[in-house]
T-cell receptor, first 115, second 115 residues
Framework: GESVGLHLPTLSVQEGDNSIINCAYSNSASDYFIWYKQESGKGPQFIIDIRSNMDKRQGQRVTVLLNKTVKHLSLQIAATQPGDSAVYFCAETPMFSGGYNKLIFGAGTRLAVHP | NAGVTQTPKFQVLKTGQSMTLQCAQDMNHEYMSWYRQDPGMGLRLIHYSVGAGITDQGEVPNGYNVSRSTTEDFPLRLLSAAPSQTSVYFC??????????????FGSGTRLTVV
């Protein structure tokens, strides 16, 4: 079945280091991917997205890399700060002609930033 | 700009009671959806709507009803609450481009406990 999984359930980093959160997806028909950040007691917050016609996309301190050959997605956070501590989800949307293309979420990775 | 607003934030129900979770968006998005999040898991789709008067089931629809009488509102009804429905519920809205949903924006969630 369709699934979006994460390799590392918990990632601990030192403040100022770079963080890399990985995600594997299983549906080769997925063509749009989103990374979300969720802080305790809050809803998922959009970080960055990428379409399948791209390999890399950069935002402010974040970069998403997409490797369609091995169906792998990663989120890189530069100069990680304590405010980056949260659970990070990747989500995929399978290509669908018409109607609503639902988000399929993985279980999430917790990022803990230590001073 | 409020985005997606959910009420209530917290609710405790007794088994068998019914209630409605409210969701409103002010972004004029065509698509709206409801997800539930259980501990340690990603979000799973309950129901969705691609426009006023049009709704459909997601992957976990049993025990829930929805309706979409306006673009702005998408209430979720629990017909007869069960302990298995204890969860955090998130409403999301998204815009349509070339027949697909983008820009998924989530509300802050409703934490429901059924005793």
């Amino acid at each position: 079945g369709e699934s979006v999984g994460l390799h590392l359930p918990t990632l601990s980093v030192q403040e100022g280091d770079n963080s890399i959160i990985n995600c594997a997806y299983s549906n080769s028909a997925s063509d749009y991917f989103i990374w979300y950040k969720q802080e305790s007691g809050k809803g998922p917050q959009f970080i960055i997205d990428i379409r399948s016609n791209m390999d890399k996309r950069q935002g402010q301190r974040v970069t998403v890399l997409l490797n369609k050959t091995v169906k792998h997605l990663s989120l890189q956070i530069a100069a990680t700060q304590p405010g980056d501590s949260a659970v990070y989800f990747c989500a995929e949307t399978p290509m669908f002609s018409g109607g609503y293309n639902k988000l399929i979420f993985g279980a999430g990775t917790r990022l803990a930033v230590h001073p | 700009n409020a985005g997606v607003t959910q009420t209530p934030k917290f609710q405790v129900l007794k088994t068998g009671q019914s209630m409605t979770l409210q969701c409103a968006q002010d972004m004029n998005h065509e698509y709206m959806s409801w997800y539930r999040q259980d501990p340690g898991m990603g979000l799973r789709l309950i129901h969705y709507s691609v426009g006023a008067g049009i709704t459909d089931q997601g992957e976990v629809p049993n025990g829930y009803n929805v309706s979409r009488s306006t673009t702005e509102d998408f209430p979720l009804r629990l017909l007869s609450a069960a302990p298995s429905q204890t969860s955090v519920y998130f409403c999301a809205s998204s815009y349509s481009r070339q027949g697909r949903a983008y820009g998924y924006t989530f509300g802050s969630g409703t934490r429901l406990t059924v005793v």
